[in-house]
């Protein structure tokens, strides 16, 4: 899949919009809400909005689009539906064939616009099987990236001048460092320091501005996860959970990495029970000699009961997550407040 430069792309779509069905997904939510209401705008006067755009929300309301996209506009040329939480292409089977056929049928209205607008959650775009989903679909697919450091940090530039504030070049890249890439936040941080200086009389932000007003956004390493579960700190594991849920990264993911750890620690408990040295244990197990080092006096400081509770614990939430309708972040949460 060629890597689509969306600024541009959108920009062009907006211009001269075509009907049909538009397929909205990846991890940038700020340009993708911004991308959705240029559009509205483009396609749907303001003064009869309320008549000619729709929204449902959830896999099982296929018949309900179908029943939208046959109310003819209003006032206007064409009319928009929004499908919200469709698990779109990989919706459930019991609501797949239905959503299939209505999205073929009202695909070639000519005065519909049928927008489909995916969370990294529901879709990635990422994995292989999602790239033959993708190719599948009769429609505009746009991809919506996290955007390099670089084009942020032009985009903070003039975000801060359409405020009527300046900042220079390297307070900007500054800004975009502290506060992570992500143009949610960076926009939020953005509308807080115009605030505050225009209060104090200024029409420009400083280095101390930046410094006094926006908290650095927490970092981690490649084994925060690791390293906190084997200190049982369920404080910084919920941090690392809050972060990636700001950055609109997949729980999923984190849940797996935690099972896997717990797994480990209670394969490494083991051997450490039948008097086996780390480097021992290493050798049997297939894992890493310094990792079971670090593990060994961790382990043991807890019971062989607390630890295989906790890989229970972690087993009933992949349950939870993949058999019901549960908030996955909010699963992930207990789960670490468990350890």
Known sequence: MEKQDIVKLTKEIIASPPSGLYFLYGSEEYLKRRFLLDLKAAVVPEDVADLNVSTV?????AERVLELAYTLPQFAQRRMIIWYNSGYPYIQQRYKKKADEIIEKISGFSYLILVIYSTEDEFSGAGKDDKAALSKIKGTTLFFDKLSPARVQKWVIRHFASENTAISEEDALYLTARCGTGMTELSA???????????????????????????????????????????????ALAAYISDAKSRAEKPQMILSSIIAEAEKLCRIKLAQKNGLTYQQAATQLGINEYVVKLAYPSVSEISEKRCFRFLHACYEADKTVKNTSSDTWGVLMQLVCSI
Do not use: H, M, W
Request: net charge positive; with cysteine; charged share 35%.
């Open 57 to 61: 929300s959830g896999p099982d309301q």
């Open 189 to 235: 941080a953005i509308s807080k320091l115009c605030a505050f200086v225009t209060e104090k009389g200024r029409d420009k932000v400083s280095r101390a501005d930046i410094e006094e007003l926006i908290p650095q956004k927490v970092s981690f390493s490649a084994f925060f996860i690791s390293d906190n579960i084997r200190k049982r700190d369920p404080s």
